[in-house]
């Protein structure tokens, strides 16, 4: 078997069997073609998403088709690049004053091509690789959370899928783990890095994602955009390693962090806290850290929700009496010592200063 009939086996093994892929191959192909025609150099994935019928959620497959139909030759394509934001076609010639030649009109093969679905990569056991991405959770995600806090905290600005991919290219750690999976994927590194981040974000968004309580997050444009829910900027390691991967198989815990991390209830009970005392001091100790650290312009205080762990079934509702300003140590103490209240945590350590 030569080479071009290798390739073709190996493609119409890899494309066999998924119905409908031939009408998205032939709807990406007049998109495409269309793109060429107008002489339109660059389009957003938002806009390419319109083009070919797709919607948000189902963006991400056509991504792949397009990478298909580039790596396997099912149509004539233009030459581009593919980036975070969008597709980038290269100038034509002629548009540069070299020749007239044109960008190549595309076509559909009357071949018929179907392909695969993407990989279904929310079911991957965190502590294995994605064969097809050839990365793993543990080492992805914890990447990721550290580079949201590094850059934003609380009230900030969301850090956005392009200043992730960028952060990944600048991070020390996160350009070897990319450049390490794209050895194998064959693909480049931003479509590498935007996969990572994808990843991510599926995960978040099924609730399988163990930063879930420590990170908010906002739809800009296409794509999702993260801001670290801690109340001060800290190192990036997350609040409470034990707490962080005790989540998966903990709903009780889960439901608790996602009270004590709610950033309204958090700016709220601060607020009214700081109004009413005048200070912003822990529950437990009495540590108030603008005595003890004059110059920061941030309390180092954390928001701890009263009520044990399991003790509310469901979503209630949460008044600020339902919240206690403790010190990061005091916090991590209680949760350790079996979610123990707030009253019997101060008797038990601090009895000199109730």
């Not at 071949?111 to 079911?123: C, G, N, R």
């Not at 064969?131 to 850090?159: A, M």
């Not at 350009?175 to 996969?195: C, H, I, P, Y």
Request: aromatic content about 8%; charged content about 25%; hydrophobic content about 40%.
């Amino acid at each position: 078997m030569n080479g071009d009939a290798a390739r073709q086996a190996e493609r119409d093994r890899a494309l066999a069997g998924v119905p409908g892929a031939q009408d998205r191959f032939r709807r990406l192909s007049k998109a495409m073609t269309e793109l060429a025609q107008t002489g339109q150099l660059s389009v957003g994935w938002e806009e390419f998403g319109r083009r070919v019928g797709a919607n948000r959620n189902g963006l991400g497959s056509w991504k792949t088709y397009l990478n298909m139909a580039r790596q396997w030759s099912i149509f004539p394509i233009p030459e581009h690049t593919c980036t975070a934001d969008g597709i980038i076609l290269k100038a034509s010639k002629s548009e540069t004053g070299n020749s007239d030649d044109k960008l190549p009109i595309l076509a559909v093969t009357s071949q018929s091509v179907v392909a695969p679905t993407l990989p279904e990569v929310a079911t991957s056991p965190a502590n294995e690789k994605d064969t097809k991405s050839s990365f793993k959770q543990v080492e992805v995600f914890p990447l990721i959370y550290r580079l949201v806090t590094e850059r934003t905290f609380h009230d900030g600005p969301f850090v956005t899928h392009t200043d992730l991919v960028k952060a990944l290219q600048e991070d020390t750690e996160g350009r070897e783990l990319v450049l390490a999976t794209m050895t194998k994927n064959k693909q480049g590194f931003d479509w590498t890095a935007s996969n990572m981040l994808a990843w991510f974000s599926q995960r978040f968004t099924i609730g399988k994602n163990q930063y879930e309580a420590f990170l908010d997050r906002e739809k800009i444009g296409s794509t999702w955009a993260y801001r670290s829910r801690q109340t001060w900027r800290t190192s990036a390691v997350p609040p409470d390693l034990d707490e962080v991967f005790a989540m998966e198989g903990a709903p009780q815990l889960v439901l608790h962090l996602k009270r004590e991390r709610d950033a309204g209830m958090v700016k709220a009970k601060l607020k009214a806290v700081e109004a009413t005392t005048g200070c912003l001091a822990c529950e437990c100790c009495g540590f108030e850290a603008k005595y003890v650290f004059p110059n920061l312009s941030a309390p180092i205080v954390e928001v701890h929700h009263r009520a044990p762990l399991g003790t509310s079934a469901g979503v209630s509702k949460v008044t600020l009496k339902d919240l206690a300003i403790l010190c990061p140590n005091c916090h991590r103490g209680i949760h350790r010592s079996g979610g123990v209240s707030v009253e019997d945590f101060r008797a038990r350590y601090f009895a000199d200063k109730a």
